[in-house]
């Protein structure tokens, strides 16, 4: 982002999480092989308020972001994830 009659750029970072936040004892239903699970994410820390989270679907605002995510499971012989906009 360029700084209006500066010629300098100011880079802005913001830290978000959200998770699916079960209880240690959750019992997940079995997985498909060739079918993919919806995680529930219904917990969100956003300090700066940039984004909104409604039905399993986070929104963010028009930009670029970096965006890091993991879907730990487990006794599951290798998986993927995926991330959809």
């Given at each position: ?7 300098s750029?100011?880079?802005?970072s ?5 998770l699916d ?6 019992q997940w ?5 060739t079918s993919?699970?919806?995680r ?8 700066d308020n940039i ?9 963010l605002g028009?930009g670029?972001?970096l965006i ?7 006794n599951?012989d ?8």
């Open positions: 982002m360029k700084l209006p009659n500066t010629g750029f100011k880079w802005e913001y830290a978000i999480i959200v936040k079960k209880f240690w004892y959750y239903s079995t997985f498909t092989r993919w699970e919806t529930d994410l219904i917990t969100k820390t956003d300090i984004i909104s989270l409604s039905n399993n679907q986070f929104t028009a670029t972001y890091k995510w993991s879907a730990p499971v487990y599951v290798g998986h993927q994830t995926r991330l959809r906009t």
